[in-house]
């Protein structure tokens, strides 16, 4: 009986300690030059990333603005183009977009660009 109730208490404190915000780190993968694994090759409306970009010189993106929406598509405008998830902009290929950036990908490699508000130009 005495050692249900330990164990039960052990139980207990374990399970508090997981949610604990001190006993939760932040921990950072760095990829190198390899594809991060962490990163899905499936867009969340079910399509296939191409991670074999073609060998273009290289371009750089700016991000003009993004339409975000939480539950549904959101899109981006970059180098005057409108952008969605999955979509190409020269060799890359956007991975994500949130309400202040946009990820891209390029040869296995995420470039994150941020927002920039028109004061901050």
């Known amino acids: 009986m005495l050692k249900s109730k330990i164990l039960a208490a052990l139980v207990i ?3 508090a300690c997981v949610n604990c915000a001190l ?3 932040q921990i950072k993968y760095d990829a190198g030059s390899r594809r991060d694994p962490f990163i899905p090759l499936v867009t969340p409306d079910g399509r296939l990333l191409n991670l074999d970009a073609e060998r273009e010189e290289k371009s750089s993106l700016l991000l003009e603005g993004i339409i975000y929406d939480k539950f549904g598509i959101s899109y981006a405008v970059v180098n005057g183009m409108v952008v969605k998830i999955g979509d190409k902009i020269s060799d890359y290929q956007v ?3 949130d309400a202040n950036k946009a990820v891209f990908i390029k040869d296995g490699e995420t470039q994150e660009i941020i927002l920039k508000k028109e ?3």
Request: hydrophobic share 35%; charged share 40%; glycine share 0%.
């Open 13 to 15: 404190f374990c399970l």
């Open 23 to 25: 006993c939760q780190e």
């Open 95 to 97: 991975l994500k977009i």
């Open 119 to 121: 004061e901050e130009e």
